[in-house]
């Protein structure tokens, strides 16, 4: 499975952002899509999941902000992220696991958040 993030940028306090995650490749082996972020200094973060039944699963600290999605042919994922705060500043990075519980990353795209 390939991988290619967009929709990162720079926003204010409060604003909002919609990350994009395309997959291409064997997309029918995904069980899984997330999204994880990892800001300068930290270890990589879970910021959300959505399985192939469509459960969704929030850290605590983006849950009621961020809106973890994806399309009809489960090959694009999406986390709309509103009422951005300046600790959400990070890559964030598309991640899929497939049912034999191999991983695969996006590139990442970066979301800075000013104060």
């Known amino acids: 499975v390939q991988l290619v993030e967009s929709g990162g940028g720079l926003v204010q306090a409060g604003g909002s952002l919609r990350l994009s995650c395309v997959a291409s490749g064997s997309i029918f082996s995904i069980n899984r899509m997330s999204w994880y972020r990892q800001a300068p200094g930290k270890q990589r973060e879970l910021v959300a999941t959505?399985?192939?039944?469509?459960?969704?699963n929030y850290a605590g600290s983006v849950k009621g902000r961020f809106t973890i999605s994806r399309n009809d042919g489960k090959n694009t994922m999406y986390l709309q992220m509103n009422s951005l705060k300046p600790e959400d500043t990070a890559v964030y990075y598309c991640?899929?696991?497939?049912?034999?519980?191999?991983?695969?990353w996006g590139q990442g795209t970066q979301v800075t958040v000013s104060s």
């Open positions: 991640n899929t696991v497939d049912w034999s519980l191999r991983d695969s």
């Open positions: 959505i399985t192939d039944s469509g459960s969704t």
